[in-house]
């Protein structure tokens, strides 16, 4: 069973062991020396990330532990164990005078979360974190340089060959900051807020066991005994705070399950309906939602899958259907406030990568002609552009068939109201463009079910749009955050984090059309 990258844990702990042996270093897995302070107090605040940032404020994540952070390969026995502290952040518009304190609430915890707010837009502010009066050290993550035609993992690769490739995508030497220690707020586009959508996609219901690339090497990262499992408590939350932070409609762009189960599909509409209501055409209401179908959910076969809907003659059964309505090459079609919204299938029966079947692709054809300048936001679950697919850890080939790709990105400079494609699959943050398409924002959004764990919102006003990532802040979600970043020998973070302008961006768009829907 595929999770997000083709390359095992199996292979990154080997890669690991044969860098460690040739005396390279990983940069960005291990911090610098504590600081006396921390050394002294015994309290270690670590991995302070600048999560979001708004017209109005920012938010910082940090975890308190009660020893600096493990050296690589990282293991999940090598955390250091969590220390339960108090929480604030100081900052203010003057690096030198820090004098505005924002506090964390809820008691003390190791996983903090706070969320500073009341500043201006267009500002730039300073900050710094604290947690048992040590100042919380940012996370730092590499630069990741992908070779030109793409990661290319050869079938059975030798310890030569994984050195080569990590040296390769660690050949900056670049160490970033997660969190600089200053931001600037977004300026929002001019006119009134008109509504906002929340954008979510990986949920993956029914998952045990995360940072997976196949279904047949244990250890991986999983819940601690008696609590509840992870893809579930980071669904309830993500819909749960979407909701409370002004989301009018949810769109879930795949991968709602884990295997399509049908057990899972149906928990997974159970957690999805804590939002409202499902809608699939239509007008859609405050506290609907629509969904799209991922690889995790396209059609299966085995035992396990064979009292459900039959796939032609292929011996595929697809479970889908009954839980969500939806079969196989179904092209959602749906609007709030005006604006157009299409969610595309780009499953396959076999395959984790996607595709657009001739059908589907003349129906959109045929929507977007109807009236091309309309504003139009499409979803689907694999990412479209090749800057996103040469970036992929997993290769080119994991991304949208490049054909159906290149025919998308076509149809699109056709189609001028169509301004923005979400996408999910690679579990990471971030937003690349296309040369053909060039009015368009292509934007993955991070898994919900694992670090950094949460959604978008896309606030849309009648000059523009804002996009935002937040991550879910429910305790048992900054907890399984925290323990999640840690996949793939702790270079998880500089995969899917993504830079605060892939999560936090303003962009100017006449949507002077649409109206409130509210």
Same mark, same amino acid.
């Given at each position: 069973?595929?999770?997000?990258?083709?390359?095992?844990?199996?292979?990154?702990?080997?890669?690991?062991?044969? $860098?460690?042996?040739?005396?390279?270093?990983?940069?960005?897995?291990?911090?610098?020396?504590?600081?006396?302070?921390?050394?002294?107090? %015994?309290?270690?605040?670590?991995?302070? *990330?600048?999560?979001?940032?708004?017209?109005?404020?920012?938010?910082?994540?940090?975890?308190?532990?009660?020893?600096?952070?493990?050296?690589?390969?990282?293991?999940?026995?090598?955390?250091?164990?969590?220390?339960?502290?108090?929480?604030?952040?100081?900052?203010?518009?003057?690096?030198?005078?820090?004098?505005?304190?924002?506090?964390?609430?809820?008691?003390?915890?190791?996983?903090?979360?706070?969320?500073?707010?009341?500043?201006?837009?267009?500002?730039?502010?300073?900050?710094?974190?604290?947690? %048992?009066?040590?100042?919380?050290?940012?996370?730092?993550?590499?630069?990741?340089?992908?070779?030109?035609?793409?990661?290319?993992?050869?079938?059975?690769?030798?310890?030569?060959?994984?050195?080569?490739?990590?040296?390769?995508?660690?050949?900056?030497?670049?160490?970033?900051?997660?969190?600089?220690?200053?931001?600037?707020?977004?300026?929002?586009?001019?006119?009134?807020?008109?509504?906002?959508?929340?954008?979510?996609?990986?949920?993956?219901?029914?998952?045990?066991?995360?940072?997976?690339?196949?279904?047949?090497?244990?250890?991986? =990262?999983?819940?601690?005994?008696?609590?509840?499992?992870?893809?579930?408590?980071?669904?309830?939350?993500?819909?749960? *705070?979407?909701?409370?932070?002004?989301?009018?409609?949810?769109?879930?762009?795949?991968?709602?399950?884990?295997?399509?189960?049908?057990?899972?599909?149906?928990?997974?509409?159970?957690?999805?309906?804590? =939002?409202?209501?499902?809608?699939?055409?239509?007008?859609?209401?405050?506290?609907?939602?629509?969904?799209?179908?991922?690889?995790?959910?396209?059609?299966?076969?085995?035992?396990?899958?064979?009292?459900?809907?039959?796939?032609? &003659?292929?011996?595929?059964?697809?479970?889908?259907?009954?839980?969500?309505?939806?079969?196989?090459?179904?092209?959602?079609?749906?609007?709030?406030?005006?604006?157009?919204?299409?969610?595309?299938?780009?499953?396959?029966?076999?395959?984790?990568? %996607? &595709?657009?079947?001739?059908?589907?692709?003349?129906?959109?054809?045929?929507?977007?002609?109807?009236?091309?300048?309309?504003?139009?936001?499409? =979803?689907?679950?694999?990412?479209?552009?090749?800057?996103?697919?040469?970036?992929?850890?997993?290769?080119?080939?994991?991304?949208?068939?490049?054909?159906? &790709?290149?025919?998308? *990105?076509?149809?699109?400079?056709?189609?001028?109201?169509? =301004?923005?494609?979400?996408?999910?699959?690679?579990?990471?943050?971030?937003?690349?463009?296309?040369?053909?398409?060039?009015?368009?924002?292509?934007?993955?959004?991070?898994?919900?079910? *694992?670090?950094?764990? %949460?959604?978008?919102?896309?606030?849309?006003?009648?000059? $523009?749009?804002?996009?935002?990532?937040?991550?879910?802040?429910?305790?048992?979600?900054?907890?399984?955050?925290?323990?999640?970043?840690?996949?793939?020998?702790?270079?998880?973070?500089?995969?899917?984090?993504?830079?605060?302008?892939?999560?936090?961006?303003?962009?100017?768009?006449?949507?002077?059309?649409?109206?409130?829907?509210?």
């Amino acid at each position: 069973m595929h999770d997000c990258c083709d390359l095992s844990r199996r292979q990154l702990l080997r890669l690991g062991a044969v $860098g460690a042996a040739a005396g390279v270093t990983l940069p960005g897995l291990t911090l610098a020396a504590p600081s006396a302070a921390a050394a002294s107090a %015994g309290v270690y605040p670590q991995d302070l *990330e600048l999560v979001t940032v708004t017209d109005d404020g920012f938010v910082l994540t940090w975890y308190t532990a009660s020893a600096p952070n493990p050296s690589i390969p990282y293991q999940p026995a090598q955390e250091p164990a969590p220390l339960a502290t108090d929480g604030y952040v100081r900052y203010g518009t003057d690096p030198a005078r820090l004098d505005r304190v924002a506090v964390e609430h809820g008691g003390e915890t190791a996983y903090h979360h706070v969320t500073v707010t009341g500043l201006e837009p267009g500002r730039t502010y300073y900050y710094a974190a604290y947690s %048992g009066g040590v100042q919380a050290s940012a996370r730092m993550v590499p630069q990741l340089t992908y070779p030109a035609g793409g990661v290319v993992i050869p079938p059975a690769p030798t310890d030569a060959q994984l050195l080569a490739i990590l040296a390769e995508l660690l050949s900056s030497g670049v160490v970033l900051s997660a969190a600089p220690g200053s931001v600037t707020t977004l300026v929002p586009p001019r006119g009134r807020h008109l509504f906002t959508l929340a954008l979510a996609n990986d949920l993956h219901i029914g998952e045990t066991v995360s940072g997976l690339a196949t279904s047949t090497f244990p250890p991986g =990262f999983s819940q601690a005994p008696g609590l509840p499992p992870y893809p579930e408590l980071m669904t309830r939350a993500m819909t749960a *705070e979407a909701a409370r932070l002004g989301a009018h409609a949810l769109l879930v762009a795949g991968d709602v399950s884990s295997a399509a189960l049908p057990t899972e599909l149906a928990e997974s509409r159970q957690l999805l309906d804590g =939002f409202g209501t499902l809608r699939l055409d239509g007008r859609l209401a405050p506290g609907s939602y629509v969904v799209a179908r991922g690889n995790h959910d396209q059609p299966k076969t085995g035992a396990a899958y064979d009292g459900c809907a039959p796939v032609g &003659a292929t011996g595929y059964f697809d479970c889908l259907p009954a839980v969500y309505d939806l079969p196989q090459g179904t092209l959602t079609h749906t609007e709030f406030g005006g604006l157009r919204l299409l969610g595309l299938d780009t499953s396959t029966l076999a395959l984790p990568s %996607g &595709a657009i079947s001739d059908a589907q692709f003349a129906e959109l054809t045929d929507l977007l002609a109807e009236d091309p300048h309309r504003p139009t936001l499409v =979803f689907g679950h694999h990412p479209v552009t090749d800057a996103s697919a040469l970036s992929t850890i997993s290769g080119p080939s994991f991304d949208l068939d490049r054909a159906d &790709a290149a025919r998308l *990105e076509a149809l699109y400079a056709a189609t001028p109201g169509v =301004f923005i494609h979400h996408s999910g699959h690679t579990h990471r943050n971030q937003r690349t463009a296309s040369p053909v398409a060039t009015g368009v924002e292509f934007l993955e959004v991070a898994a919900t079910k *694992e670090y950094p764990g %949460g959604f978008a919102l896309l606030k849309v006003y009648e000059g $523009g749009y804002t996009v935002n990532f937040h991550k879910s802040s429910t305790d048992l979600a900054r907890q399984w955050s925290q323990v999640s970043s840690g996949e793939y020998l702790g270079l998880y973070p500089a995969y899917t984090l993504g830079t605060t302008a892939d999560r936090n961006h303003a962009v100017t768009r006449d949507f002077s059309g649409l109206g409130p829907a509210f």
